[in-house]
């Protein structure tokens, strides 16, 4: 448990402490205050129909997307390639802690980064309670479901940051995990067989967060993130383990 | 040789556990797929089946499959996939398929051939051996005073759940109740189109799937075979013995009466008798020849004989509309006057008046309207259940009270027990419910608040069929954003130089104290 915890210390501090870790928070934000501002202003046509500004906020907008699929790669790039590069695996891997206590301690510490990375946002719901009303239940189901959908597309990326020992490369996996699990529901409305159709639309992310942004919990959206985060996280920890008897 | 062996041995360990994680993982979703459940978190539960859809979609014992003849594009096709998939969420026995006609163009002419049907935009609910049609078109209410501005028409309203669930009901069941108007009395007709006239009712029953029709009591002095309640609607003449004995033996047999009475004044200003005082007074109700006046609850523009009451009593009828907290408009009232005590009669009251109404027995003098002491004080009541039989409300019984019905029911089922009911059982078993008003129902008040929940709940409380109370109305919560200049430059301030300006501050002071 302490070895676990240590790892869980060590990557928080590896994150916070960089200058980076900033520079993509200001980043992230600059483009989520431009989604946000681009919503803001058109609701405020009167000519525009009525519309709820934060669930158009929460993943109605290809913007959303693009920030998630390029930000996770980088925030998880170095978690175990890193430690592969430098040599610090061997070290890790003889020491007293298993291979799950160090995948998790570095996948809950990105975990925490990214829930911070969004933390700010809550003041755009702040910005709308002052001007209009605002229903705080889909705007916590809309955040559920940016833990949701980060938490499966993080755990993606400590599996290709085990993989290789090389951080480009481990990005680019990432991204080459994320782009076809992201369009792969999207097909949901191309194919038109009735079974193929459901199965694209229980992987369909975007419809998902369409859901969680109106206010909608569907059990199967968390059986299927926790599911495949575990499945991610599982091949991570095979990943080192095959190192370890290699 | 032996560490090539070993090699082995871990490398395919390792695979089988790998894969058997993995069928694992797939098993899991798959079972999350069959079984799942949804969860509304918006305050006013937009997205949640009301509980007449979900008691009806849950009783299903019969699988129904609705397929949506829709192009993803159209407008409506969203709101009607989002509403079917939580029906399908309530049961197993509900399935949704989505057929585009634009994409899937052999497939949906071959359901169009298996439908007949005549064109698409439809919604088709298919039990197997029936089906029923939906148009789109009935779907929504659209306000097209933008046309002449040259705006498209604008959804005001989306009534997808009512017909919907109306359609399940209709294909579920396999009986429809049957309800009787009565005619003859100057009463208000199911098929006068007019704002007098009854055929938004009619629309509405029809929708929950009952049978009406009329009944001139005086030419054919017996409640018709088979039904289960009878409506008397805003007569203005008054019943003669032969037909109020017809009535009173119907009710008396177990039957079911609605009495929809307005006050009958004549020229000179007398209430006149409806000729089923006795009828009702049997029962502990006595009409309170007056019209009821509730100054505290008035309509703008109308007089104060019109008002609106939102004070309900706990009864099933009700509940849906105190819950919803949604009032209901009474144009033109008799008070109603219980006997005794209304437990004792089995009686709740419906609807009365605020404590400032009353009821106005002077009715020579209408231009000056005051209260008089002999005037019955408020709250009036001007709506009253009586309930016979057990008034187990819980209990969701579908057979209706007439007693032929009863005894069908009971030869198919071989009970002994029920097949022959005594006349206290039948009795005890009776529903009415009296309004002193009319006016209510028709097409020029039903569409009012909640006029038509309140109808459409009497009828389906009085056949007992307590799980097709009505959906109340919801009240989703509408967002209009209008800032002006100033605050969206603000607000851009915030989103562009606030919010990243403190994150990039954070990074300098990190940077810093790690230098030092």
New interface residues.
């Given amino acids: 448990m302490s070895a676990f915890l240590a790892t869980l210390d060590r990557e928080l501090r590896a994150y916070?402490?960089?200058?980076l870790?900033?520079?993509v928070?200001?980043?992230l934000?600059?483009v989520?205050?431009?989604v946000?501002?681009l919503i803001?202003?058109f609701?405020?046509d009167?000519r525009a129909a009525?519309?709820?500004?934060l669930e158009l906020f929460f993943g109605q907008t290809f913007f959303f997307w693009l920030v998630l699929l390029f930000m996770t790669p980088v925030l998880t790039m170095r978690l175990l390639s890193e430690e592969r590069r430098s040599g610090t695996i061997e070290v890790l891997m003889t020491a007293p802690i298993t291979e799950t206590q160090v995948v998790l301690g570095k996948y809950l510490a990105a975990l925490a980064f990214y829930v911070v990375l969004w933390a700010?946002t809550l003041?755009?719901a702040g910005?709308?309670a002052r001007?209009?009303?605002?229903?705080?239940?889909?705007v916590?189901?809309g955040y559920l479901g940016i833990i949701g959908v980060g938490s499966v597309f993080l755990a993606a990326g400590v599996l290709a940051s085990a993989l290789t020992r090389s951080q480009l490369i481990a990005a680019l996996l990432t991204f080459v995990i994320l782009v076809p699990m992201f369009t792969f529901g999207l097909l949901e409305?191309l194919v038109?067989n009735?079974l193929a159709?459901?199965a694209f639309g229980?992987l369909n992310l975007w419809q998902h967060m369409d859901d969680f942004a109106?206010?909608?919990?569907?059990?199967?959206r968390l059986?299927?993130y926790l599911?495949?985060t575990?499945?991610f996280l599982?091949?991570a920890t095979?990943t080192l383990?095959?190192r370890k008897?290699r | 040789m032996t560490e090539k062996r070993n090699r082995w041995l871990e490398s395919s360990t390792f695979s089988a556990g790998v894969l058997l994680v993995l069928a694992l993982v797939v098993m899991v979703n798959y079972l999350s797929w069959k079984y799942y459940k949804r969860f509304d978190w918006t305050s006013s539960k937009i997205y949640t089946l009301s509980e007449k859809s979900r008691n009806v979609v849950s009783a299903l014992d019969k699988p129904i499959e609705a397929v949506v003849f829709m192009s993803p594009g159209e407008p409506l096709f969203d709101k009607v996939h989002e509403l079917l998939t939580r029906y399908a969420a309530a049961s197993e026995n509900f399935s949704l398929r989505v057929v585009d006609p634009e994409k899937n163009l052999a497939e949906a002419q071959a359901l169009v051939n298996r439908f007949e049907l005549s064109h698409l935009d439809v919604i088709v609910l298919d039990g197997g051996d029936d089906r029923r049609v939906v148009e789109s078109a009935d779907l929504a209410d659209y306000d097209y005073s933008g046309l002449q501005a040259g705006l498209g028409p604008e959804l005001t309203g989306f009534k997808g759940e009512q017909v919907f669930t109306g359609a399940i009901v209709d294909l579920a069941e396999s009986r429809k109740p049957k309800i009787v108007f009565t005619t003859g009395h100057g009463e208000l007709r199911l098929d006068d189109p007019s704002a007098r006239g009854l055929t938004e009712l009619e629309a509405l029953l029809g929708r929950d799937n009952f049978d009406l029709e009329e009944w001139a009591p005086l030419s054919e002095p017996k409640v018709p075979a088979g039904t289960d309640a009878v409506v008397i609607a805003g007569p203005t003449v008054g019943f003669v013995a032969p037909e109020v004995e017809a009535i009173a033996e119907f009710v008396a047999g177990g039957g079911r009466l609605l009495a929809l009475l307005d006050p009958m004044i004549s020229a000179s200003g007398a209430v006149a008798s409806t000729g089923l005082e006795a009828l009702l007074s049997d029962y502990g109700v006595g009409l309170g020849a007056d019209i009821v006046i509730d100054p505290r609850n008035p309509i703008p523009f109308f007089g104060a004989e019109t008002f609106f009451v939102s004070e309900f009593g706990e009864h099933p009828v009700t509940r849906p509309l105190r819950q919803a907290d949604v009032p209901v408009i009474v144009p033109l009232a008799q008070s109603l006057l219980l006997a005794g005590e209304p437990d004792e009669l089995g009686a709740s009251v419906l609807l009365e008046t605020s404590p400032a109404g009353w009821g106005e027995s002077d009715l020579e003098n209408l231009e000056a309207i005051e209260k008089g002491d002999d005037d019955v004080a408020g709250p009036v009541p001007v709506a009253v259940a009586i309930d016979l039989g057990d008034t187990s409300d819980d209990e969701v019984a579908a057979t209706p009270g007439s007693n032929e019905v009863a005894e069908e029911a009971s030869d198919g089922e071989g009970d002994p027990a029920t097949a022959e009911p005594t006349a206290d059982d039948a009795e005890a078993s009776s529903r009415l419910v009296v309004f002193g008003d009319a006016d209510f129902v028709t097409n020029g008040q039903l569409r009012n608040v909640g006029n038509a929940e309140l109808a459409a709940n009497t009828v389906n409380w009085l056949v007992e069929r307590e799980n097709l109370i009505a959906i109340p109305p919801k009240k989703p919560e509408q967002v209009r954003l209008s800032l002006s200049g100033d605050e969206l430059r603000s607000v851009g301030l915030l989103v562009f130089l606030v919010l990243p300006g403190l994150a990039l501050v954070a990074g300098a002071a990190v940077y810093s104290r790690r230098r030092r």
């Fill in positions: 916070f402490l960089s200058p870790a900033y520079i928070l200001a980043a934000l600059l989520n205050g431009f946000f501002w803001v202003s609701l405020s009167p009525v519309g709820a500004p700010p003041a755009y910005v709308i001007y209009s009303s605002v229903d705080w239940g889909p916590a189901s409305n038109n009735e159709k459901q229980y109106k206010g909608i919990v569907d059990s199967r059986v299927y599911s495949a575990a499945t599982f091949l095979r383990a095959v008897w």
